[in-house]
């Protein structure tokens, strides 16, 4: 089941980069990783910051060692990178 939902995600990703870039991605292509231990939000407001960091930590190499209490940290440092590049 949840191989069919990474598919379904993958084709939805594949639809909207044509949709707005005309490109198309050929999404069968990629390779499907599970991560076990996977760092958990605890809200309702901070899946979207938790994403960031999973891309920023992955793409880095980095093992996944951060929860929920650092939150409040990334978000500030995350509206501090986005005023920055703003503002140059």
């Known amino acids: ?13 594949g639809d909207e980069v044509k949709e707005e870039s005309e490109k198309d991605i050929d999404v069968s292509s990629w390779d499907m990783e599970f991560v ?14 938790f994403m960031l960091k999973y891309i920023d930590f992955f793409s880095r190499g980095l093992g996944l060692y951060f929860s929920q209490e650092h ?18």
């Open 1 to 13: 089941m949840l191989q069919l939902i990474c598919v379904f995600q993958a084709k939805y990703l």
């Open 36 to 49: 076990e231990d996977l760092p958990q939000q605890q809200n309702g407001y901070d899946c979207g910051m």
């Open 71 to 88: 939150m409040p940290y990334f978000r500030l440092k995350t509206a501090k990178e986005i005023l920055r590049l703003r503002a140059d």
